[in-house]
């Protein structure tokens, strides 16, 4: 099976309509996210019933701390059978060294990103938090950090894509959330593009959330999506 380039992000904060959507989806058409709210509501099981259901599971859970603690996270992460799993570029190199580290060399093992900038971010906020330049300089940096520490990707903004496969090659993932389709609302995301312009800017991956989990018909709105990738004429 092909990676999938659309990851639903299960935008829910219990298993239910979770696993509700899971059942209408196919793993062929998509991965699916699992994130902060709906790990720490529903544990592990969840996950399991995912990757049970042959599904590519990311797990969001954006590791960032001392580089052992994180280590011992992504081996519990590798164990639960997930797909790719990521941590904080802003945890330093020795951190996803460890992370790296941890999740071994064998083909199965789980894919490993960093999150460079948050997409709620703009240049005025990361200027409040210390970091000083713009988005792009910062994202830029922490890729390359990441890249020097063996990780197989970022997570950034749809927008600096094509600066990090300028910085870090072809291979290396992006994978790219605030993707917002022409006829999805914008959100709370600051740095967004929609699915086509994302991947023609260099995005490997798309994460698609609310678009798609808050839609009154959520496989109408796959639908719609997959249409969009494809270049379709809008219907009427």
């Known amino acids: 099976m092909s990676d999938p380039k659309l990851i639903i992000a299960l935008d829910y904060p219990e298993a239910g309509p979770a696993l509700a959507l899971a059942d209408r989806l196919s793993p062929a058409r998509c991965a699916l996210k699992v994130g902060k709210e709906l ?118 903004s749809a927008q600096e894509a094509g600066l990090v496969r300028e910085t870090c090659g072809g291979a290396f993932l992006r994978v790219t959330p605030g993707i917002r389709p022409q006829w999805a609302a914008r959100g709370d995301q600051t740095r967004v593009l929609g699915p086509a312009q994302a991947l023609a800017r260099g995005a490997t991956h798309l994460v698609v959330g609310r678009p798609v989990t808050q839609a009154d018909d959520p496989m109408a709105a796959l639908h719609r999506l997959e249409a969009e990738l494809r270049g379709d004429p809008p219907a009427s």
């Open 39 to 156: 790990f720490v509501a529903e544990g592990p099981r969840l996950v399991e019933q995912l990757v049970g259901r042959g599904y590519r599971v990311f797990l969001d859970l954006k590791f960032h701390d001392i580089p052992n603690t994180v280590a011992g996270a992504c081996r519990s992460a590798a164990r639960l059978g997930v797909w790719m799993v990521n941590v904080h570029a802003l945890g330093g190199s020795e951190m996803m060294q460890a992370a790296r580290e941890a999740l071994g060399d064998s083909n199965d093992r789980p894919l490993l990103t960093a999150v460079t900038v948050l997409t709620s971010h703009s240049d005025a906020t990361l200027h409040e938090i210390g970091l000083a330049g713009p988005a792009d300089g910062a994202v830029r940096r922490l890729a390359g950090l990441a890249q020097g520490a063996r990780v197989d990707g970022v997570v950034c």
